[in-house]
């Protein structure tokens, strides 16, 4: 999930005129530069913020209309990114890529790559509790480092069996997505937009892989 989410940050960043889709606060950063340098502003960049929250608040309606009729939220909720990603990846490749960063198509298909980031972030959070959050790393590598220096200094093993267990969680998510940002970098400036087949593809492994722990679940269940 975190290679998913830096290969599309990346991506679109490189591919549309510098938005980002998972990195909410960039956005917010530019269009405030922007505004204060006297540049003309994207929509992309105004409307991103808007979306994203939109966009949480009802996947966090829809996992919880699940979570009553006691139906598992993690595959509905992977089947939802993907279909944003595969938008994505219809959108800029059949319209782009755009000259005109504000144009129709070029702006609806970053809002759906920043729907899709926004579900990942929702996922994680509902479906996915106790892991770390796979598309913000500057939390991640906070956790990360304050966790590794309480592994340093403590010195009581029952003291540091939490942060240690928290680091050895938190690593893997923070190399997968600086992957995902080289690996999207690479096939956007090898392939152009043709470069979010990765994401997508992964993103449909993902969904491959709920399917599959899904059906080992219930067989146990009934069992």
Not at 52 to 65: N, Q
């Amino acid at each position: 999930m975190s290679v998913v989410a830096g290969s599309t940050d990346s991506i679109g960043f490189l591919g549309l005129n510098g938005l980002f889709t998972a990195h909410i606060t960039g956005n917010i950063v530019i269009l405030a530069a922007r505004i204060i340098a006297g540049n003309p502003a994207m929509i992309s960049y105004i409307l991103s913020v808007p979306v994203f929250m939109v966009v949480l608040f009802l996947t966090r309606l829809l996992a919880s209309g699940l979570e009553r009729a006691e139906i598992s939220t993690l595959r509905p909720l992977l089947l939802l990114q993907l279909i944003f990603l595969g938008a994505f990846l219809v959108l800029c490749v059949t319209a782009g890529p755009w000259r005109d960063a504000d144009a129709i198509l070029a702006v609806l298909a970053g809002m759906c790559g920043v729907a899709a980031m926004a579900v990942q972030n929702a996922l994680v959070q509902i479906s996915l509790r106790n892991t770390p959050t796979t598309a913000v790393m500057t939390t991640n590598v906070t956790h990360f480092m304050l966790d590794l220096g309480g592994v340093l200094v403590g010195g009581d093993s029952a003291k540091i069996a939490k942060p240690r267990s928290r680091a050895v969680h938190t690593l893997p998510v923070i190399v997968g997505f600086a992957t995902g940002c080289g690996l999207g970098a690479a096939c956007e400036a090898a392939a152009g937009l043709w470069s979010l087949v990765l994401p997508t593809g992964l993103a449909l492994l993902a969904f491959a892989m709920g399917l599959v722990h899904g059906h080992r679940a219930g067989r146990k269940a009934v069992g």
